[in-house]
């Protein structure tokens, strides 16, 4: 039997083999393990600011910014806008002007402009040029959404700054969800600042709310559980949902 | 052992904290309050007033863009519902939506008209404010409701009682008109027939200076609130215009090109002790005060086009604050200090609204897509609205808007068009 190869009397040549795999592979992780360098607690851990920065053109420098959410009145007159009351004839410069009637209050319903039909050839000129105006200046209004050609289509900022992505898609879930009461004033806002921590179950949905630090602003720490409460933050990558289960995230609230 | 489960349960709460990462959220979205405004009971003879205080009540406050006013036919009124909170059923209001329930009831008292108003904070199910006044007009008696009202919520003084002056453009003629906020209640204070501009309140509400030609050339005189007497005030160089008044009444604050060379000047109210701030051979021209006294913004073309610029009141630490757009102008310094607004045309080549804060240089917009032009914005006293002037509906109109823009509302609806308004002081 010694023409025998030694794959065919493997049990007893690989159990030493694999035994030793073991125990050098033990040694290692124990090693690994062991000379591992104490936890640092640091409390004073700078915030990670994430941002998602927009798919798109950038937006030269020394341009005035332009609004993502364009004013929701784009032309309307208020219906009940009244005109000013006209007073007499002119008075010389050096008199006091007599006080006025009372203001008429009827407001002048404005004549519908009638549609301009120009047709023939100055004319149609005019008409073209205005149009290509008209079009140009669309083309221009038309461009909203500035971003970056390195951005991310979901992205909601202009500028660009580093971060962990999926802090990036919490702050931007929470950030959509993030209301407050418009009468509370602008001396309150300037101090407005809480302190909460989430945990955040493998679905993403939040499994605990806790003020780490409250504002004191009972309207405000009430909007925030109500912001968390209506969000819906993305499920955490795989390699991090113990982490967001048991340790959590938490969120610096600020106006 | 002991010491080490206790080691142990020390140390696990500070690795666990040591790993959590925190974000930041800010920029919130500042949401309208709900407020039900249920139809006011009128005494005898008081149905129209009831009305009238009603819907001016409603309009003061839908301007502000603080409440969201829910619509009258969303909710049936109860007749049985009175004024007294152990009549109301709040969970009614609740399920309509509703944060905030106001209810009045409107009488007349000879030629005075008289109110109860009562507001009520519907999760608390409790009365949170009552008064009751005797006006001389409804409206009247409405400002004074929604000044309740908004400084209740806001704890700040409400702002419906102020006027806004304006110039209204005639042929030939030029109007000093003064309004409330609403638009309504115009007249007309001066009639000129000279050109008149820039109009500017004294912070006491009691004259209004303005950039007149009276005597052929550009000089600032004052006209007294509420008769209208004019006076000559300064008179310099080619040219003297855009007067303001320092928050404290005492200086004043104006353009002045002297020898061809346009800079920004200050004097005392009287006009007298005149002192040059500027001296740059560009145009230096719009000074604005900061609210505290103790700088001023102006327009300065120094850097080949007109920007921003801000320094302390006698001149010195000029330092540049606007880098975006290419001409910039009308800087009014908010009564908060933390924004000025100003007029600039931007790549399009059409005028808009912006803000920029005098600490960091950032710029926010305020109009947007709303008419080739807007521009001359001037802030309320609370510093919550700007009224600014818009072509959006032809001729130019005044428009009151918040800071942040999403709420507007054109005010006026003048054949003639109006322009350059200012915001007067808080009533006293």
């Known amino acids: 039997m010694t023409g025998e190869s030694a794959l065919t009397r493997g049990p007893d040549r690989l159990w030493p083999l694999l035994l030793a795999s073991v125990a050098l592979h ?6 690994a393990f062991l000379a591992r360098p104490p936890a640092v607690v640091d409390l004073d851990q700078k915030p990670i600011v994430a941002k998602l920065v927009r798919l798109g053109e950038k ?16 032309a309307p007159r208020a219906p009940d806008a009244v005109p000013i009351p006209v007073p007499g004839p002119p008075a010389p410069p050096a008199q006091k002007t007599v006080a006025l009637p009372a203001p008429k209050v009827a407001p002048k319903p404005t004549p519908p402009r009638p549609a301009s039909a120009t047709t023939g050839g100055k004319g149609s000129d005019a008409l073209s040029r205005a149009l290509d105006k008209v079009r140009k200046d669309d083309k221009l209004a038309s461009k909203e959404r500035w971003g970056d050609p390195s951005g991310v289509s979901g992205g909601d900022a202009t500028d660009a700054s580093e971060g962990d992505r999926y802090l990036g898609l919490v702050t931007q879930a929470l950030q959509a969800s993030y209301r407050l009461p418009a009468t509370i004033s602008e001396q309150e806002r300037a101090q407005l600042k809480a302190t909460v921590v989430l945990t955040v179950e493998a679905d993403g949905r939040v499994s605990t709310f806790r003020f780490e630090k409250r504002s004191g602003n009972a309207a405000f720490d009430q909007a925030l559980e109500r ?3 209506e969000s819906r933050l993305p499920p955490p990558p795989p390699e991090l949902r113990q982490r967001y289960r048991t340790v959590g995230v938490g969120v610096n609230f600020k106006v | 052992m002991r010491k080490l489960l206790v080691a142990l349960a020390l140390l696990v709460p500070a690795l666990a904290l040591a790993q959590r990462q925190y974000i930041d959220v800010g920029s ?10 249920t139809n006011f009971p009128a005494g005898p003879g008081a149905q129209a007033d009831a009305i009238d205080v009603q819907q001016t009540f409603r309009d003061d406050l839908a301007l502000t863009g603080f409440f969201d006013l829910l619509d009258p036919r969303s909710f049936l009124a109860d007749a049985s519902e009175g004024t007294s909170a152990s009549s109301i059923r709040f969970t009614r209001w609740t399920d309509v939506g509703a944060e905030g329930l106001v209810k009045a009831v409107v009488k007349r008292e000879g030629a005075l008209v008289t109110g109860e108003l009562h507001l009520y904070d519907v999760r608390a199910g409790r009365e949170v404010l009552y008064r009751v006044y005797k006006e001389r007009t409804a409206r009247a008696l409405a400002h004074r409701f929604a000044d309740d009202v908004l400084q209740f919520y806001t704890r700040e003084p409400g702002i419906f009682r102020t006027r806004i002056a304006a110039i209204r453009k005639g042929k030939g003629s030029w109007d000093l008109v003064l309004m409330d906020v609403d638009g309504k209640g115009a007249e007309v204070l001066r009639r000129e027939n000279t050109i008149t501009l820039l109009p500017a309140w ?6 209004i200076l303005v950039t007149s030609y009276r005597s052929g050339k550009p000089e600032i005189w004052g006209f007294r609130v509420p008769d209208g007497t004019a006076r000559p005030v300064i008179s310099l160089g080619d040219l003297a215009s855009g007067a303001v008044y320092s928050p404290d009444g005492r200086s004043i604050a104006f353009t002045a090109s002297v020898d061809g060379n346009s800079d920004v000047y200050v004097s005392s109210a009287d006009g007298t002790g005149i002192r040059r701030l500027t001296s740059d051979p560009a145009t230096d021209t719009s000074p ?5 006294g103790r700088r001023i913004a102006f327009i300065s073309s120094r850097s080949g086009n007109p920007h921003v610029y801000v320094m302390n009141a006698d001149g010195t630490d000029q330092r540049r604050l606007t880098f975006k757009g290419n001409y910039n102008q009308t800087p009014r310094w908010s009564p908060r200090g933390d924004q000025i607004a100003f007029t600039a ?28 032009t807007n521009e001359e914005p001037s802030w309320a006293p609370n510093g919550r609205l700007l009224v600014l002037v818009s072509d959006r509906g032809g001729r130019p109109q005044l428009v009151v808007a918040n800071p942040a823009g999403d709420r507007q509302r054109v005010i006026t609806a003048d054949a003639a068009g109006v322009a350059s308004p200012t915001w007067g002081p808080a009533a006293p």
């Open chain 1, 26 to 31: 033990a040694g290692v992780f124990a090693a």
């Open chain 1, 59 to 74: 937006r030269p420098e020394q341009w005035l910014p332009r609004r993502d959410v364009p004013p929701p009145e784009a």
């Open chain 1, 227 to 229: 912001a968390v409460r």
């Open chain 2, 28 to 37: 919130p979205d500042f949401r309208p309050l709900a407020l039900a405004v």
């Open chain 2, 202 to 207: 004294r912070p006491d509400g009691g004259e």
């Open chain 2, 288 to 292: 604005t005060w900061s609210p505290d």
């Open chain 2, 345 to 372: 045309r931007d790549e399009r080549k059409v005028f808009d609204v912006f803000l920029v804060s005098p600490e960091t240089g950032k710029i926010a917009r305020v109009t947007q897509d709303q008419g080739r």
